[in-house]
């Protein structure tokens, strides 16, 4: 006896989207019904409920949150896939909190999709907590790249949860951030969040920080200290550059995630507490426990759940939003009119490699906006070390005039054609430029080029350059 087909039905005022998802939900033998308004939904959810809803965020009238928090009260096993063009950090947090079972950003994979339906009918929907309180907004959590969607959704995923986090990622992504926003989207956000650099500490000292010291304990404890755990207790505790612990203090903070109690610097009495732990590290913590320079059961207590923080340069779509709100910023909290960036100074800042990421960013607005004299910044204004003095465009423009003078004086002293003279000449530069570039590596220079190997090896023969 076959199983019934499962029946999707689909919430977008988009008719594109609408018609996509039901040629590719009706090709997986999934029968669909859509519906341009929320509110038409729920005239025919009284009559008929589907295996599973697709619904998109902003729509007329009532938005797809709003149908969420509707649905989750009259059908709360109803599975719904949220998808949205205007996806963020808000929208990814509000849609798993109101009971979606996957939250799917646009453009999305059509395949990943239907999918997501199949998977979303096989299981029993996810209500989530209810939030008793807004979500507050958190600015700098900015992006559509991929990469960021991808945190947006894990932190949407942990919103109901208080489970440990390694964050990891280079220098400047914003790791204290994601920390804190799995900390207001989560049950204790009404308590305590405590930050610690612990690699901003003295290792002597860095014990008495985090657990706190009796009077008397050593030379200068002259009253006694709370320690950022005690202050933590009931809320969460992010411990930055943990992979520069030492392994003495690796061993206490393993013994206090394992039995939640520890005791003061010179203490006698255990003290007990209620600490949801978030740690971030830039290493690569899996080679330090190789390298016997991380104990390998602390890595395993604090990887439980791992999120990584992009780097700058591979969400390179992201450098406009970023760059015009940091530049608001700036301007606010300098106290002067925000300014704007022209074409050729923001091709400049976007193909700029960002060794210090976001960080690095920030601090780059609040200087654009006191060195650029004028309220348009322009690719003049951009300094060396940020890519300026000559952007892709302007170096676009420089060699293109030149080759441009080449071939009008070629034209007016030889009869040979353009191509045949300039095309390999081109070619023989490029390849001389990027064999340089790699120490003669043609792998890595056929990369650069755009090129597999084969083809640079067939290139540089036929241009002697073999």
Do not use: C
Request: hydrophobic share 40%; glycine share 8%.
């Amino acid at each position: 006896m076959t199983s019934p087909a499962l029946n999707a039905w689909i919430v977008d005022d988009d008719p594109s989207v609408r018609w996509v998802l039901e040629k590719a939900l009706k090709q997986a033998n999934i029968t669909t019904r859509s519906f341009e308004r929320a509110e038409h939904l729920l005239e025919a959810i009284d009559d008929d409920v589907p295996d599973v809803l697709i619904t998109d965020v902003r729509m007329p009238g009532m938005s797809g949150i709003a149908l969420l928090e509707r649905l989750r009260g009259s059908v709360p096993e109803l599975p719904i896939i949220v998808i949205t063009a205007h996806s963020d950090l808000e929208n990814a947090v509000a849609a798993y909190k109101g009971g979606a079972f996957e939250y799917l950003p646009k453009p999305f994979d059509i395949d990943e999709a239907v999918e997501l339906v199949q998977k979303a009918g096989r299981v029993n929907g996810r209500p989530g907590e209810d939030p008793e309180q807004e979500t507050g907004a958190i600015a700098s959590m900015i992006g559509q790249a991929p990469a960021m969607q991808e945190v947006f959704r894990s932190i949407g995923r942990l919103s109901g949860s208080s489970m440990t986090v390694l964050i990891t990622g280079e220098s400047g992504t914003g790791k204290e951030l994601v920390a804190r926003a799995l900390h207001e989207h989560s049950p204790r956000s009404d308590k305590t969040f405590v930050a610690l650099n612990t690699s901003a500490i003295a290792s002597e000292l860095l014990e008495s920080e985090l657990f706190g010291h009796e009077k008397g304990a050593f030379t200068g404890a002259d009253t006694r200290r709370i320690g950022r755990f005690e202050q933590a207790d009931g809320g969460t505790l992010f411990l930055d550059e943990i992979g520069d612990m030492s392994p003495a203090l690796q061993t206490r903070l393993l013994r206090v995630l394992a039995e939640s109690e520890f005791y003061r610097v010179g203490g006698q009495t255990p003290i007990r507490v209620d600490v949801r732990v978030i740690a971030a590290t830039n290493q690569d913590l899996a080679r330090a426990v190789k390298e016997s320079r991380f104990r390998e059961d602390l890595y395993h207590r604090l990887n439980v759940i791992r999120i990584n923080t992009p780097p700058l340069r591979h969400r390179r779509d992201d450098i406009p939003i970023l760059l015009k709100h940091y530049l608001a910023e700036a301007a606010d909290e300098l106290g002067a009119t925000t300014k704007t960036l022209d074409e050729d100074a923001l091709a400049a800042l976007q193909a700029f490699s960002w060794p210090g990421n976001v960080r690095q960013l920030v601090n780059a607005t609040r200087r654009l906006t006191v060195t650029a004299p004028g309220s348009v910044i322009t690719a003049e204004d951009v300094p060396s070390d940020l890519g300026g003095s000559e952007s892709p465009k302007q170096a676009a423009k420089e060699w293109t005039g030149v080759l441009a003078a080449w071939a009008e004086r070629q034209l007016h002293s030889s009869s040979a054609p353009l191509l045949e003279t300039a095309l390999p000449e081109f070619e023989k530069t490029l390849i001389e430029t990027a064999m340089s570039q790699t120490n003669g590596h043609r792998q890595e220079a056929a990369k650069l080029l755009g090129w597999g190997r084969n083809t640079l090896a067939r290139k540089m023969k036929a241009l002697r350059l073999d």
